[in-house]
């Protein structure tokens, strides 16, 4: 009989299973998937660090505080971008983020489509 014997291994990032890794960056970044003149673009918030990445660069950023909570302000193609951080007045729904561009309030990603993309 002929068969493949093959052992897996769990894969592992920083010492945590892929699916653990997952999850813990679920609720540690926010992600958006915008289209600006046709082209996909990936913006990441990393809520601890409040650091913004676009398609995986870093960007630089200004924050600003405002009544209702901060603001943090970049471009994207030459377009201004702005992520508002509000409190949601809810102890369990925490900080609610939203990213405009150009005015425009960008639907957050959802996980299938975040993880997909290249």
Known sequence: SSGINAEYGILEVDGKSLKRFVENRKKACRTWLPKIN?????????RDSLEVWLDGEKLEVMGEFTDQGTETHFSIENQPAVI??????????GIIYNLFISDTQIPDAIEEESHNWQ
């Open 84 to 93: 508002r951080a509000v409190t949601s007045g809810k102890r369990r729904e």
């Open 38 to 46: 046709g082209v996909p673009h990936r913006v990441v918030l990393e």
